[in-house]
């Protein structure tokens, strides 16, 4: 089982990215409705850091009880707010965590492959930084203009515009991950824009 190996499964596997605030989760949602399946690798992720797991007993020896709630759960907002300003951090935090998702993804894959599913889908907002894009047959990039994610993403003010920015900064930039993209969806619209483009390219590429 290696991230290099593109025959891990007999279905077809489509890449589903995007950078922050691009959009990439209403369209993993739409498709889901749509009546596909998602494996959604930032829930694999939140699995893989339970408190008591071996990945966070990881982080926590590298970067310190810092990172941890007083519960014992990781503190998400404080690792990432140190990893996103620092590569070698980021690197350090990616090579803790990546090979357990992967891990866990493979098993999902391999059960679903069982059950007779022909087409799936895995949602990674990193699939290609972390080379998840090696075991898929495509990748389908969500993307939109810096300032439309910066705003969706500040929504919420859950984050400030300079920690959007900085995670900008240590994502790969839109430009490049077209060079990995079989299909670009463009998420500037409305919804209704945005489903309708889903639906034609659904109908085309996969027949439905």
């Given at each position: 089982m290696s991230l290099n190996d593109k025959n891990l499964t007999k279905m077809r596997v489509i890449g589903l990215t995007g950078g922050i605030?691009?959009?990439?989760?209403?369209?993993?949602?739409?498709?889901?409705?749509?009546?596909?399946v998602v494996i959604d690798a930032d829930r694999i992720s939140r699995e893989v850091i339970a408190p008591g797991s071996t990945a966070l007993k990881a982080l926590a020896e590298r970067f310190g009880g810092a990172i941890?709630?007083?519960?014992g759960a990781l503190d998400r907002k404080k690792l990432a707010s140190l990893a996103f300003a620092d590569e070698?951090?980021?690197?350090?935090?990616?090579s803790i965590v990546h090979e357990k998702i992967f891990e866990h993804i493979f098993a999902k894959m391999k059960?679903?492959?069982?059950?007779?599913?022909?087409t799936i889908f895995?949602?990674?907002?990193?699939?290609?930084?972390?080379?998840?894009?090696?075991?898929?047959?495509?990748?389908?990039?969500?993307?939109?203009?810096?300032?439309?994610?910066?705003?969706?993403?500040?929504?919420?003010?859950?984050?400030?515009?300079e920690e959007v920015l900085a995670r900008m900064r240590a994502q790969m930039s839109q430009e490049e991950k077209r060079t990995y993209a079989g299909v670009i969806i463009g998420n500037?619209?409305?919804?209704?824009?945005?489903?309708?483009?889903?639906?034609?390219?659904?109908a085309e590429r996969l027949g439905r």
């Open positions: 605030g691009a959009g990439k989760s209403v369209v993993s949602a739409y498709l889901e409705q749509k009546g596909f941890l709630l007083e519960n070698e951090i980021l690197a350090a935090m990616n059960l679903l492959e069982e059950s007779g599913l022909k895995l949602d990674a907002p990193l699939l290609i930084e972390t080379g998840f894009h090696r075991t898929t047959d495509e990748v389908w990039l969500v993307e939109a203009k810096k300032e439309t994610r910066i705003r969706r993403a500040t929504r919420r003010g859950e984050i400030s515009r500037d619209g409305t919804m209704a824009e945005l489903y309708d483009k889903i639906d034609g390219i659904v």
